[in-house]
């Protein structure tokens, strides 16, 4: 092969992998939303839970919830259409901020998990998370912040 053929096939290469990259990101489903601060009260619409595959309307087993007033996120568990719980995402063992994997949140720094009501699963941490009241109004989710 000589240099222009190989240029050439190494330039198509990678813009073919740029565009695939980038096909592909667009499939994926954002989890992360931003709420809106009211008073005490964080408000999320309902349909921050939809997601369409195949034309039928499916839900997002969660939510991570930002709002720039708050120190860490909220992730928010839909358990059906009327039961959700809100999770404050900072381990009860020594802060760090948890990650989320399906039905659990899994603390980086040393281990801790919690499942999706907030309960420690696995030490170190032996404290539960902090949660927050729920109210469906209307197409909104009202979480009441009052303690934060």
Partial sequence: MNRKTFI????I????????TTFLQSCGISKTI?????????????SDFETKVANEIQFKKYVIVNN???K????????????YSALW???THQ????????????????????????????SPAN????????????NQLQISLKAV
Avoid: W
């Avoid at 931003?34 to 309902?46: E, M, P, Y």
């Fill in 89 to 91: 995402m900072q381990c």
């Fill in 8 to 11: 050439k096939t190494c330039g």
């Fill in 68 to 70: 720039d007033a708050l």
């Fill in 127 to 138: 404290k539960n998370l902090r949660s927050f009241p729920v109210t469906v109004i209307n």
């Fill in 95 to 122: 802060g760090a901020e948890l990650q989320v994997y399906g039905d659990k949140l899994q603390c980086p720094a040393h281990g801790s998990a919690f499942n999706n009501k907030g309960e420690v699963t696995n």
């Fill in 34 to 46: 931003n709420g809106t601060l009211k008073n005490s009260d964080l408000f999320i619409a309902l």
């Fill in 72 to 83: 860490f996120p909220i992730c928010v568990y839909r358990h059906d259409a009327k039961n």
């Fill in 13 to 20: 290469a990678c813009l073919g992998s740029a565009a695939m």
